[in-house]
């Protein structure tokens, strides 16, 4: 019996010896919340639910709306809306510049011949197309557009030239032509891997969120493509200019739905697998790549029934299938909706919808329905019976003789036409900080309108979770609930020899197992400072949800971010009035000293901490380990890190830039620690901020604002002792 009991004690005492011993990489705390309040456990998703039950909100409004629209004059009132919230939403297109189309093949077959030719639809900005037309008439044809879903090969994959061929068989000339990033107009080409570097959905959403940022879209430069489709359509005798009709399955039912809805050119419409409902889209599948999100179009009240009610009473087919990745529910809906328009025009015939059981795919039902469409509607009768055809091998449809643009004549492509957006931004906003004073008066309004921050007024109340004791401070675990149960994590590091200034200190705090991560907030602890370490939406307890979606690079998925976009809601705002409850609350509940509140940050959280307290959160001095340099950093670098995307702001550019905030804060002692890695990306990140410096320097306070470089094997305690004794 001794035996047993010293062979028990000895086992126990070395689990005791591994479990405390820190080099076995067993942890010594736990800083986990919400492992208690198992209530939270869906808390993950906090992020992309604010952000959801905010569109809900604006489509409720909206469907209030539509219900009061009865007659034909207050549908074509309406129509007047969505044609002004699309404008606002998409913004001014391009001036129209000479086409300067260039056939570089023509190839006859029995029955008909193919052009392969390429024009500019802006400047320097080439578009690859193949015009298929019929043999015999050679005068006003009825002519349909394809638009390629997402398939690498665009218009050349087999499914995409079986409905292209069928439709030219039965008398229709068809212009299909390459999106952005597809075919042979891929953005990021690698020559020694023979492909991009990224899929179709992510060469649209890669630029795209470049674009966000400058207040453009990935779909105002695809819909442009599209217009000068038209125009280039309309240039050639073999069209008939009252016969043009548009298709296309899949981001092709993106890209025809956008298009017809801004070209009143375009007689018919025929969107395949794409027209759903927005309520139900962000409930299923989220919002998709950045081509399918208009910039703060729920906000503006737009859906996808404004596609088709915009064009009432154009003819329009919604093509759909039961087991759709688009919510077949919300076709439906959208389907009983839109109706409503097409009878106060007393033409209900001109809206149908197919449906057919299958998944996100081309049926044969759903092809001879598009084929009876176009015949009925562009005026051509015929067999609508789907026929076998021969399919081009890929190569023989190339427009280009290496079959990429990029690799033969050359061509801008979204990022190009992003720098030239960028040029002007930053000529606005330096032209704005010459008259520094005034620039920064209005900058408090430009970044609660643009960022799409709201003071918070919810009543919220701080939890006591628990207290561990260490040799020189306590941690202490916390929990805040706002009505409507939204909450925020927290641990304080509490002194047990307080000097009487505390910090709030962000940083991504994905590992709360590890003693490692909280290495700074311990150390300052040491030092006498009580330290608030939160989780804000998105990150640490509260992330990084079920959503990654199809634009998702590098651990970050930029489809929640694009909800944001959706709502004109950036989660930078959604930081900042977590930020604003967290102080109020801790000050009081606490006993904190206002007067003494360090703010710190590391990585792209910088972001979050300046625009707290450009809107109101007051910092006494701030400390930046390693953050973004600017948003203009992450537009002029063509790969730029995708974990900065969340700390943007979409539209900042040319209103306002994380220096300028940086400034608006002067003459608060600033100290900005960049990693000395040799990032292409930071290699401006002084000379951004010189104007800062003049700031300050104009205020006698120029010893206040400093960067300084840092080895990456320095760690964060110099640069923290640094801080603390600099100032």
């Known amino acids: 019996m001794f035996k047993i009991y010293k062979a028990q004690v000895l086992t126990l005492a070395i689990m005791l010896m591994f479990l405390f011993n820190p080099s076995n990489g067993w942890s010594q705390s736990n800083y986990s919340i919400l492992d208690f309040w198992k209530y939270y456990s869906d808390a993950g998703n906090q992020l992309y639910k604010q952000q959801t039950e905010i569109s809900f909100q604006s489509l409720i409004k909206r469907k209030k709306s539509i219900s009061k629209l009865q007659s034909k004059n207050d549908w074509e009132g309406y129509q007047q809306v969505i044609k ?36 500019e639809s802006m400047p320097g900005v080439k578009v690859t197309a193949a015009f298929f037309i019929p043999q015999g008439k050679k005068k006003n044809l009825p002519t349909i557009i394809y638009c390629s879903g997402h398939s690498d090969l665009a218009f050349r994959s087999d499914i995409y030239q079986h409905v292209i061929l069928n439709l030219v068989k039965k008398g ?64 050639r005798k073999e069209v008939d200019p009252n016969r043009i009709g548009i298709t296309g399955r899949s981001g092709g039912g993106t890209q025809s739905s956008h298009i017809a809805a801004f070209d009143e050119r375009i007689k018919a419409s025929a969107p395949e697998c794409y027209i759903t409902g927005m309520e139900y889209q962000l409930k299923s599948g989220g919002p998709q790549d950045a ?84 015949q009925k509607h562009l005026d051509n009768p015929g067999d609508s019976k789907d026929e076998e055809v021969t399919i081009f091998p890929v190569e023989e449809l190339y ?37 520094m004073d005034q620039h920064l008066i209005d900058l408090k309004q430009k ?121 004109g809601k950036s989660t930078i705002a959604l930081h900042v009035e977590a930020i604003g409850t967290l102080w109020e609350v801790c000050k009081t509940s ?13 990585g792209g959280f910088n972001s979050s901490l300046l625009h707290a307290a450009v809107s109101g959160v007051k910092f006494s001095r701030m400390l930046f380990l390693d953050p973004i340099p600017s948003f203009q950093s992450v537009v002029s670098n063509k790969d730029y890190a995708p974990a900065h995307i969340p700390f943007t702001v979409a539209g900042a550019l040319p209103h306002y830039d994380l220096p300028d905030l940086t400034a608006a804060l002067a003459p608060n002692k600033i100290m900005i620690f ?16 010189d104007f800062v410096k003049e700031h300050y320097k104009s205020l006698n306070k120029a010893s206040n604002f400093a960067i300084k470089k840092i080895d990456l094997d320095e760690g964060t305690m110099d640069p923290l002792d640094k801080f603390l004794s600099s100032f």
């Open 84 to 119: 002004e919230r699309l404008h606002a939403s998409i913004g001014d297109f391009p001036v129209k510049t000479p086409l300067n189309p260039v056939i570089t093949k023509r190839i006859k077959k029995e029955g008909y011949s193919v052009e392969k030719l390429y024009f």
């Open 172 to 235: 229709f000339a068809v212009f299909a032509f390459d999106p952005y990033g597809q075919g042979e107009r891929s953005q990021y080409f690698d020559e020694e891997k023979g492909k991009s570097r990224f899929g179709p959905t992510k060469e649209h959403s890669f630029p795209g969120a470049q674009l966000f940022l400058n207040g453009a879209s990935t779909a105002k430069y695809m819909i442009w493509d599209g217009i000068r489709a038209v125009d280039y359509l309309l240039s």
């Open 291 to 374: 081509e399918q999100n208009f910039p703060r179009s729920i906000l503006l009240g737009l859906d996808h029934a404004d596609l088709l009610e915009v064009r009432a009473p154009k003819p329009t087919l919604m093509i759909t299938t039961t087991r759709d990745i688009f919510s077949i529910q919300g076709a439906r809906d959208t389907y009983e909706e839109a109706q409503l328009a097409y009878n106060a025009f007393d033409k209900s015939e001109n809206l149908r919808m197919v449906e057919d059981n299958a998944g996100h795919q081309s049926t044969l039902r759903n092809r001879e329905a598009m084929y009876a469409f176009f």
């Open 399 to 435: 427009v280009m003789e290496t079959g990429q643009l990029s690799t033969s004549v050359g061509s801008k492509f979204l990022f190009d036409v992003n720098s030239d957006l960028t040029k002007k931004n930053m000529e606005v906003l330096k032209g704005s900080r010459q008259n």
């Open 447 to 567: 970044v609660k309108a643009i960022s799409g921050y709201t003071e918070n007024n919810k009543k919220a109340k701080l939890i006591f979770s628990g207290q561990t004791e260490f040799e020189t401070y306590f941690l202490n675990k916390y929990l805040i609930v706002e009505e409507g149960d939204k909450i925020i994590p927290l641990v304080t590091f509490v002194p047990k020899r307080p000097m009487g200034s505390s910090a709030l200190y962000l940083d991504n705090m994905e590992n709360k197992e590890s003693d490692e991560v909280y290495d700074l907030p311990i150390e300052m602890a040491k030092k006498g400072i009580t330290v608030i370490v939160p989780d804000l939406p998105g990150y640490g307890e509260l992330g990084p949800g079920y959503l990654k979606g199809d634009a998702y690079f590098e651990n970050t998925s930029y489809n929640q971010w694009f909800a944001g976009i959706l709502n």
């Open 590 to 602: 606490l006993k904190l000293n206002d007067k003494e509140f360090m703010g710190i940050s590391k």
């Open 674 to 689: 960049q990693m000395n890695d040799g990032d292409v990306a930071n290699s401006n990140f002084l000379e951004s901020y």
